[in-house]
């Protein structure tokens, strides 16, 4: 079942940062911006973390929570949140539950080869848990800039 826009997120239990577990029901009375990227420490995955972080009291003042989702470990995000002091929390999407019900999983061209890999995309919840936004295979510079000016937008 892929999430569309007008539909919440089903239920489900991830393990996250911060020894916290994702559950989408416990974002309610906030907006969720659910960010997708390849993998922890990478180039463009070090960016876009970054470009979150440093918008972060912009996001908190529109009442919205950042989350960011890999297929990484739990350990390769707590190694990569300590190391850019994210104030935010990664979910170890290591069984592709969120990647399956968003459907990020593509196959993707690396050094001339097909390869299955994440897609770069976000998603934005109303405060009621619906899904009112998603941008999907985005490139990083002036993405945050864009999802912050929707969530700010977003009534």
């Known amino acids: 079942m892929t999430v569309k826009i007008g539909e919440a997120i089903p239920q489900c239990a991830i393990p996250a940062t911060s020894g916290l577990v994702f559950e989408p029901n416990s974002f309610l009375g906030k907006k969720l911006v ?14 876009e973390a970054g470009n979150f972080r440093d918008t972060i009291e912009a996001f908190t003042q529109a009442n919205a929570v950042i989350v960011g989702v890999s297929r990484d470990s739990l350990k390769s995000h707590e190694n990569f949140k300590l190391k850019h002091e994210l104030p935010f929390e990664l979910v170890a999407d290591v069984e592709e539950v969120l990647c399956n ?8 061209n690396m050094y001339g080869k097909q ?9 934005l919840f109303d405060s009621k848990g619906v899904l009112q936004h998603e941008w999907r295979g985005i490139k990083v510079p002036g993405h945050v800039e864009e999802v912050l000016k929707t969530v700010v937008a977003l009534s």
Do not use: H, N
């Not at 993998?39 to 995955?45: E, L, Q, R, V, Y």
């Open 34 to 47: 659910l960010y997708f990227y390849p993998k922890d420490a990478t180039p463009g995955c070090t960016v």
């Open 101 to 108: 019900i968003f459907a990020v999983m593509k196959m993707k």
């Open 115 to 123: 390869v299955r890999g994440l897609e770069r995309s976000t998603f």
